[in-house]
């Protein structure tokens, strides 16, 4: 087991090193965010001790019941944020990678005056406009950016997009080259910076990096496919409304 994940590790690796290299990127500039969602806090362990530093989650309840089990790591929330979630989640993650509505943002700066805590929050762009997704459309997030100035709470560092799912890598580049054109003329225009780009899967994070991606969340392609009898915390707040998403 430890030594598949490894094995799978290195390769994952080999293979951001070889994207920044076309990319006349710094491998530092990328950050492996291994996307840990159903899998239990034994798999989660063994690939923090093989140096993934940064976990993704898509679930807060399940999160926060895994990363006690786990060594110490940070912890990336990569799905939704609902508004009652918000204080939950302000205990674990370090960055909020999917906020995708003004009323998220308030909430996020309530909680934030209260706690104290201060995460990264990148906006969801749906850059393709698909009516299934979540996400603001390249109009819509001028004014989530906007709000979030003018709140001053919210520390906004980047944009985050899940472009339509297809077999063929290539066919991901467009959106996210949209997207690094969408985030260049926010900076201009509201004069400010937002360095991080989270961008590129399993199936696509290579193109990603070429495109400009600063976070790269890889699930399967690190940990293996996900399966129905996914890990779900035994006990929590809300386990009643725990769903299984693959
Ligand atoms: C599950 C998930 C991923 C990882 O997907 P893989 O194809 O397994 O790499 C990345 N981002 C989000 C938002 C996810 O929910």
């Known amino acids: ?71 110490s790591a940070e912890w990336h929330l990569i799905g939704p944020l609902q508004r009652n979630k918000v204080r939950h989640a302000l205990s674990l993650f370090t960055t909020i990678h999917a906020v995708d509505a003004l ?24 850059v393709a406009e698909e009516a299934s997704k979540h996400g603001f459309t390249a109009v819509s997030v001028r004014e989530a950016v906007r709000a979030a100035l003018e709140e001053g709470e919210v520390r906004l560092v980047g944009l985050m997009t899940i472009p339509p799912w297809t077999p063929d890598p290539e066919a991901s580049r467009p959106h996210f080259r949209a997207l690094r054109e969408l985030r260049d003329a926010l900076e201009r225009e509201f004069s400010i910076s937002l360095p991080q780009l989270s961008m590129g899967m399993s ?30 915390p035994e006990r929590s707040a809300d386990s009643d409304s725990y769903i299984y998403q693959p």
Do not use: Y
Not at 12 to 24: L, T, Y
């Open 203 to 232: 199936g696509d994070f290579e193109v990603a990096i070429e495109e400009g991606a600063t976070f790269v969340r890889v699930g399967s392609a690190l940990f293996g496919r996900r399966n129905a009898a996914a890990w779900k």
């Open 1 to 71: 087991m430890e030594e598949d994940f490894a094995a799978r590790h290195a390769v994952i690796e080999n293979r951001i090193q070889a994207a920044c290299g076309r990319a006349g990127r710094d491998r530092g500039e990328v950050t492996l965010v291994g996307v840990s969602k159903t899998f239990p806090p034994e798999i989660v362990s063994e690939a923090i001790r093989d140096g993934v530093t940064v976990l993704g989650e898509n679930r807060v309840q399940e999160a926060l019941a895994k990363a006690p089990l786990c060594p």
């Open 103 to 126: 009323d998220t943002l308030d909430a996020l700066a309530r909680v934030q005056r209260e706690s104290g805590a201060r995460p990264d929050v990148l906006l969801e762009v749906n």
